[in-house]
């Protein structure tokens, strides 16, 4: 009843820029928390932001000062704005939230990160 829906990934070069989004529809009545995961080849999924329902904000060590995440609270968005890419942050991106009573996991997009 609730789907989480990525978009935004794709192919850059290193210094390069995206946004990622995500969009939760369906039977939602409150969003506690919002954010993103990331998981590259051979590595265990790792947090990368996440925003609280109050706009607090909390982002790994490795992307401080480079990603941004955000939401627009009345289109249960959230989005990852990635500047200054490295090839280390290659990986599979995926979606989060927590819905009370349930957790849900977008299906992932791609970011590559390559000359």
């Known amino acids: 009843q609730v789907q989480l829906v990525e978009s935004g990934g794709g192919l850059v070069q290193p210094g390069g820029s995206l946004r990622l989004s995500c969009a939760a529809s369906?039977?939602?009545?409150?969003?506690?928390?919002m954010g993103w995961y990331r998981q590259a080849p051979g590595n265990e999924r790792e947090l990368v932001a996440i925003i609280t329902s109050g706009g607090s904000t909390n982002y790994a060590d490795s992307v401080k000062g480079r990603f941004t995440i955000s939401r627009d609270s009345a289109k249960n968005t959230v989005y990852l704005q990635m500047n200054s890419l490295k090839p280390e942050d290659t990986a599979v991106y995926f979606c989060?939230?927590?819905?009370?009573?349930?957790?849900?996991w977008g299906q992932g997009t791609q970011v590559t990160v390559s000359s």
């Open positions: 369906g039977r939602i009545f409150s969003i506690s928390v």
């Open positions: 989060h939230t927590f819905i009370p009573p349930r957790v849900y």
